[in-house]
Nanobody
Framework: VQLQASGGGVVQAGDSLRLSCAAS????????MGWFRQAPEKEREFVAA????????IYADSVKGRFTISRTNAEDTVYLQMNSLKVEDTAVYYC?????????????????WGQGTLVTVSS
């Protein structure tokens, strides 16, 4: 299993950014996918998750209404569209492969993690 996250960068508050995570080495369409983030000197936290079929999503309250998770099973890729970015969204963002079909916010229900991509939001 390999997960390759990309799309991070430096943006200003209010800007948008789209993260991508390309998966390989397993049947992508059989598993949920999630995005987590870790800000400097903070613990990793849940951001968003999507069911294997793509028809169900969940979000952290802090990003609800601003971030959208989606997936293209034909391309083994999951996305995180981030709009109205805030300084507090600054973090390393990780994609993760779930161990079940359903979307979940629990870290222990993810088996593999990407390398992370850094998002820096300046004021």
């Amino acid at each position: 299993v390999q997960l390759q996250a990309s799309g991070g960068g430096v943006v200003q508050a209010g800007d948008s950014l789209r993260l991508s995570c390309a998966a390989s080495g397993y049947t992508f369409s059989n598993y949920a996918m999630g995005w987590f983030r870790q800000a400097p000197e903070k613990e990793r936290e849940f951001v968003a998750a999507i069911r294997s079929s793509g028809d169900s999503t969940i979000y952290a309250d802090s990003v609800k209404g601003r971030f959208t998770i989606s997936r293209t099973n034909a391309e083994d890729t999951v996305y995180l569209q981030m709009n109205s970015l805030k300084v507090e969204d600054t973090a390393v963002y990780y994609c993760a492969k779930g161990i079940f079909l359903r979307a979940t916010m629990e870290e222990y229900e993810y088996s593999h993690w990407g390398q992370g991509t850094l998002v820096t939001v300046s004021s």
